[in-house]
Nanobody, 124 residues
Framework: QVQLLESGGGLVQAGGSLRLSCAAS????????MGWFRQAPGKERKFIAG????????YYADSVKGRFTISRDNAKNTFFLQMNSLKPEDTAVYYC?????????????????WGQGTQVTVSS
């Protein structure tokens, strides 16, 4: 049973930083991709960043490019989202997701496993 466990969310002022973590258990990922998505109240879940497990290629949504950085620690089966220069519009529930094959996808349904979500709130 694969489980993804997110941590690191919270309340931060605009301009601040947070680092989210996603620890995977039940499977060692050596291929496929990991992604971060977010969902604001009343809105669709949207892709914000992804990383290939092998090779480390990354891809970002325009809304976070230059502010957020996705990374991974293969040895710990964990990946991260460093969020800098946070804005109130970044407020959402953030989800990590794993795809066991193929590359990064921006489509929700392409991912096989999901974390439970962690709330990020950015105050103005």
């Amino acid at each position: 049973q694969v489980q993804l466990l997110e941590s690191g969310g919270g309340l931060v002022q605009a301009g601040g930083s947070l680092r989210l973590s996603c620890a995977a258990s039940g499977r060692t990922f050596s291929s496929g991709a990991m992604g971060w998505f977010r969902q604001a109240p009343g809105k669709e879940r949207k892709f914000i960043a992804g990383i290939k497990w092998s090779g480390g290629q990354t891809y970002y949504a325009d809304s976070v490019k230059g502010r957020f950085t996705i990374s991974r620690d293969n040895a710990k089966n964990t990946f991260f989202l460093q969020m800098n220069s946070l804005k109130p519009e970044d407020t959402a529930v953030y989800y990590c997701a794993a795809r066991i094959s193929l590359g990064i996808s921006t489509i929700v349904h392409d991912y096989d496993y999901w974390g439970q979500g962690t709330q990020v709130t950015v105050s103005s």
